[in-house]
């Protein structure tokens, strides 16, 4: 337009250019064009509407408002227009008014696909995913194969769980969009966290031949690989990523936990350290202990992660508290009256309490690294817990040569690691056993109701902290229990304890070991197949009759 006199043009002939440079995304010419428009001829409706869509384009969201509303006054009518004003309002941040603009718009063209899509991204937004899902819903009954509304669709199905729901729809959005990163990457994470790793590799492998320079998604296909026992191909993914970008601390941490698996502490304890560049690092004091001597002076080690966690690491408490002076442990609430009293400890507080000031301070999961751990080096003597006295004595079963303790079901945020309770009670058949479950919240329930009411002691409501979980534990002469606290607290009391593990089980299992250099007393049964729980208790059972407990 700079070879053209504005003033002189038509407004008919600035609208054409106004509509086709806005048909070239060449947003700022439109707006130009069609201001002069719009000062010729404030009744334009259709100069306004574009202008509006210009403005938008430049990201102008408040004046593109304006101008929505402008041609909205001129005709009241015009679903389309109303629907991108409520998208300006989207994100201006304003939800009410969007959803207002959408709802107007649908009133108007009940079919109207775009606004349905848009309705819904901002009732998920406001927390409303049930009506955002029927928008949702609504958009692909009008037009099955819309890009937008399958994808969103499916990301909200996958928010709520409705994993297989979820798949099929990005599926379905594949179809249509084969080179659609985000579908692609959303569908793999489905695939993984259903155990379908092979599934997820194909889909990360997709997505790494679409844009080789993504390191995410070489880390998350090495992780895949990993999953299928293919630590070579794993460990080349990870180091792809690494070679994009060095300080990607998911790529580090990935490989950390490969080379514990592996029993390559050397290489394995370092990496570990890069947890703490995935979350930060709590600071309670100045200094940082590193395994200097500290006499006369008072040190902090915190507790991270889960209670299995603190009860695997506590046992170099007295490493420590041969460098120095006082040792304080802050840790999880449940664990606090079971450290007390423990060598090496002079204070135990819950996380709730402000740490008293000491002088350094350390994570806990740090100390392998600080020692230089091994797996020949190993503090494995046990017992390194014990339980004081007191505590709740079990009823005896004269007619009982043994009593056995039970947990099938780990935390929420361990899925993978609990077997389902129709499998693992197949234990309960074995003749001669007084049955203790050890088994916490809803997951206890069969041993409470129904065919098994009666069958096991039922005992893990009435355990109040792991201090009395563990007087309870030293009354028995095995724990079976997947992978929990229960099996780190038997095996640092040196109880006999049977752990049931997944495919991949958490690194410090090892890998391929059926016993553990952690916990002497600990026998491992592990999956041959991913998901396979029914075979680890065919494993147990067989183990049970063999040893005529």
Known sequence: MSDL????????DLLSLGVAALSRREHAEASRCL???????????????????ALEGEKKFTDALRAYQRALALKPEWAEVRNNAGRVCHALGKLDAARTFFEEALRLRPALVEAHNNLGNVLREMERPGD??????????????????????????????????????????????????????????????EGRFSEAAVLYRRMVCLDPERDMDWTNLGRCHFEMDDEKEAMACWQRALKLNPGQPEAHWNRALAWLYAGNFTYGWPEF??????????????????????????LLIFSEQGLGDTLHFIRYAPWVKERGGRVVVMCQAPLVSLLKGMPGIDEVLPFVQQPPATDWQVPLMSLPWIFKTTVETIPARVPYLATGSGGPALPLDSLARSRIGLAWQGSRMSVSRSCPWDEFSLLLDAPGVQWVSLQKGEAAAPVQTGKWAGKALDWGGRLDDMRMTAQVVDQLDLVITVDTAVA???????????????RTPMWRWMKGRSDSPWYPTAKLFRQGRSGDWAGVVRQVREALRQAAI
């Open 488 to 502: 780190h607290l038997a095996g640092a009391m040196g109880k006999p304890v049977w752990i049931l593990l997944p």
């Open 132 to 193: 955002a899902l029927r928008h949702y819903e609504a958009a692909l009954a009008a037009k099955p194969d819309d890009l937008a509304a399958t994808l969103n669709g499916a990301v909200l199905l996958q928010q709520l769980g409705r994993s297989g729901d979820a798949a099929a729809l990005y599926r379905r959005h594949l179809r249509l969009a084969p080179e659609s990163l985000a579908a692609l990457h959303n569908l793999a994470l489905l695939e993984e966290k």
């Open 273 to 298: 350290e890069w947890r703490w560049k995935l979350e930060p690092l709590p600071i309670y004091c100045v200094r940082r202990w590193n395994g200097e001597p500290f006499e006369g002076q008072s």
């Open 5 to 12: 006199n504005p003033e002189s043009m038509s407004a008919p």
């Open 35 to 53: 201001c002069l428009v719009c000062e010729k001829e404030p009744g334009n409706v259709e100069a306004w509407a574009n202008l509006g869509s």
